[in-house]
């Protein structure tokens, strides 16, 4: 554990490198933890921190994705990451060793890529931020981002039943300019880079109805995203899910046929999250579930 820093200024931010990640994970798995623990909510990290280290290998290692630590006197004390696959940047996941918490450090860390964001001059930048966690929640809203929705955390065994009418299949190059036009339709901007990254992992499932793409999604997990056309297209997606991720899955709560529809099988709600963006934010036109980052 790193010891808490005397004041912010001595602590210097810089662009992550790959030998980062062991550290910075094992960080993150605390520090979610920590948080977690301190409220009295569940546990979003799996039992040990292997899952956050190759989470922040993958972001580390990934070109779309701009990673910043803080580190003092050759100490890493946290990190950030910017995901910049698309024209709009998501921010996460912000983690700071517990032992370094109340230095400033977390505000460092998000100036770091929000400066990044404005000189790559995105459209817009978001974020999900745990809603039992009010100190993130005055930081952001004091560092620009507004509040847009209420979603929830939500997980339990798979339905796996097919309704009439849909077919399922894995998506390819070739469904790339469909699922962003059906993202643009829906939210007012495409999300290409996650979607091409996530069909060379094997991970996007797209949805037709009639011959024609009405929904897909990069995976049910916390960093999969998923769009469709209206409620039922989306109900369809999730009803016909062999699997579900442990970390769960992420649904708007003022979606109430979709919220109760996850309710009425078997899924539980575990926390509220709030969906907080800078700059463009058009209210969705259709169904959809986002990821941990928007």
């Known amino acids: 554990m790193a010891t808490l820093p005397e004041t912010a200024a001595a602590v ?35 039992p040990d921190p292997q899952a956050a280290i190759e989470l922040l290998t993958m972001m580390f290692t990934n070109p779309g994705f701009y990673c910043v630590v803080a580190e003092q006197d050759g100490r890493v004390l946290g990190s950030n990451c910017l995901d910049e696959r698309g ?20 505000r460092r860390l998000m100036k770091a890529v929000l400066d990044r964001s404005r000189q790559r001059s995105f459209l817009g930048c978001r974020l999900l931020q745990a809603g039992y ?87 049910l997990s916390y960093f999969g995203h998923t769009v469709a056309e209206n409620n039922r297209d989306l109900i369809a997606i999730l009803a016909q899910a062999s699997s579900l991720h442990p970390t769960g899955i992420m649904v708007p709560v003022r979606n109430h ?28 036109q259709g169904a959809w579930l986002p990821s941990i980052l928007y």
């Open 87 to 106: 024209p709009i940047s998501g921010i996460g996941p912000i983690t700071i060793d517990p032992a370094a918490q109340n230095a400033g450090i977390g």
């Open 257 to 284: 046929e979709v919220f109760s529809w996850c309710l009425d099988h078997g899924l539980r709600s575990l926390h509220l999250n709030t969906l907080m963006t800078i700059g463009l934010y058009n209210e969705p």
């Open 133 to 219: 966690q009010m100190r993130s929640l005055s930081l952001y809203t004091k560092l620009g981002f507004v509040e847009r929705e209420t979603v929830v955390r939500m997980h339990g065994s798979p339905i796996n039943n097919v309704m009439p009418g849909y077919s399922f299949r894995q998506g390819t190059t070739a469904d790339v300019e469909a699922c962003n036009a059906l993202c643009l339709r829906v939210h007012g901007h495409h999300r290409s880079g996650e979607v091409a990254d996530a069909i060379a992992h094997g991970s996007v499932t797209v949805t037709e109805n009639g011959g024609r793409l009405v929904g897909y999604t990069t995976g």
């Open 12 to 46: 210097q931010i810089r662009r992550a490198r790959p030998d980062d990640a062991p550290l910075c994970g094992t960080i993150c798995w605390d520090a979610f933890n920590a948080v977690a623990d301190q409220h009295n909510a569940p546990r979003e990290m799996p």
